[in-house]
């Protein structure tokens, strides 16, 4: 008997680290003068972290977003240069990792600039942190009326220096109105601020707010959804966003199956005409989701698009390749890819890009590979 080693898998994602660098080298020239923090949370939203950091590293980004100490470590343990930033508040657990490390990070409350400077003072540091404020996202960092309260407060604490001043747009994407005036109130704060501090790091954007605004006040950007292809608004930028992810998954069985015959669970597809149907090897515990049961979307196989038919099953869905005749178990079909793109999979399904990306799961291996 044969031992089996490696294993061919039956879904994977495909990723063009070199198309990821692209785009961040796109965002640069949108932001121009600004110091980027690349956003790799989330897997680097579903593409393989390490693979792409490894990669980006070489691009000299000031930092690398991350959501927790648990995604900051993997960034470390990659071997780069570049130091994760943790993007949100933090939990008192993970505090004392964090004041140890040499990552940026936030506050957003005087209970964990108490517990940081603490912290800090253990072990005769002074740690530079980034002040957030909250001008309109209702999510993290102090807000605007306990501006200076906050800043007499921070004045006690000498192991902590405030070297950085963040906030997040909530609607940079539909709402100019709300966010010329958030950029206003921003630039308020930074310049109170200023006058206690030395700002290193000024930052508001993410991909759609550096997209749509320019924020004179404003030294760095964090740009996630735009270094994956995909671009939150349009823009004169967009187009030049090359796409860095395909899904792949094997076709495990065809069949031809007779006319009025149901396809999965609910038998909400039947063969309007005897049918040529194949299944294909993932499913919604892979991320394919299951809110993409009968909705107009396509397999990719051989260069033909086929129909995905019926529901979506945990491991398995499948195609109509009535007009692939040469399709057999063991051929690949695509379902992401430049001609299948994620904005359409996520109007299918009321929900967004970020959403599908970052859902795509453990269980698909990544892979790194050139598209061109
Ligand atoms: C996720 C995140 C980003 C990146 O947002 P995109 O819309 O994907 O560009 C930027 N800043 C913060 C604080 C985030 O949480």
Not at 206 to 219: T, V, W
Not at 247 to 259: G, I, K, Q
């Amino acid at each position: 008997m044969r031992v089996m080693l490696d294993c061919s898998p039956r879904a994977f994602v495909e990723t063009d680290v070199d198309a990821i660098a692209h785009n961040l080298r796109v965002a640069q020239q949108a932001a121009p003068g600004c110091q980027m923090i690349a956003v790799v949370k989330a897997n680097a939203y579903g593409h393989g972290l390490e693979q792409v950091v490894r990669r980006l590293d070489a691009e000299h980004p000031a930092f690398f977003g991350v959501a927790n100490v648990a995604e900051a470590l993997r960034v470390q343990n990659a071997g780069c240069v570049t130091r994760p930033f943790l993007l949100g508040p933090s939990i008192p657990e993970e505090r004392e990792v964090i004041a140890a490390s040499d990552w940026g990070f936030t506050i957003s409350s005087l209970e964990e600039a108490d517990h940081y400077a603490s912290l800090a003072a253990e072990t005769h540091r002074v740690l530079p942190v980034h002040l957030a404020l909250d001008t309109g996202m209702g999510r993290e960092g102090f807000l605007p009326a306990d501006l200076s309260a906050t800043m007499e407060h921070l004045k006690h604490l000498p192991s902590l220096r405030v070297e950085g001043v963040m906030s997040h747009m909530p609607v940079a994407d539909e709402d100019e109105v709300f966010s010329r005036v958030q950029i206003e109130r921003f630039e308020h704060c930074v310049s109170e601020v200023a006058l206690h501090a030395q700002l290193r790091y000024v930052h508001l954007a993410a991909s759609a707010g550096l997209l749509n605004f320019s924020i004179p006040c404003a030294n760095m950007v964090r740009p996630g959804l735009m270094l994956y292809g995909v671009s939150p608004v349009p823009s004169v930028w967009s187009d030049q966003l090359r796409p860095t992810l395909r899904l792949r998954a094997a076709v495990t069985l065809v069949r031809t199956l007779p006319a009025n015959h149901g396809v999965s669970y609910g038998r909400c597809f039947l063969s309007t005409r005897p049918m040529r149907v194949a299944t294909i090897g993932i499913g919604y515990a892979d991320g394919w989701r299951r809110h993409l049961s009968c909705k107009q979307v396509f397999a990719l196989i051989h260069g033909v698009l086929c129909p995905l038919l019926g529901r979506v099953t945990m491991d398995q869905i499948m195609a109509d390749v009535s007009a692939v005749p040469e399709v057999r178990a063991g051929d690949f079909a695509e379902l992401i890819g430049p001609l299948l793109r994620i904005e359409h999979l996520a109007t299918q399904t009321g929900t967004i890009p970020w959403d599908i990306l970052t859902g795509l799961g453990p269980r698909l291996p990544r892979f790194s590979r050139s598209f061109d």
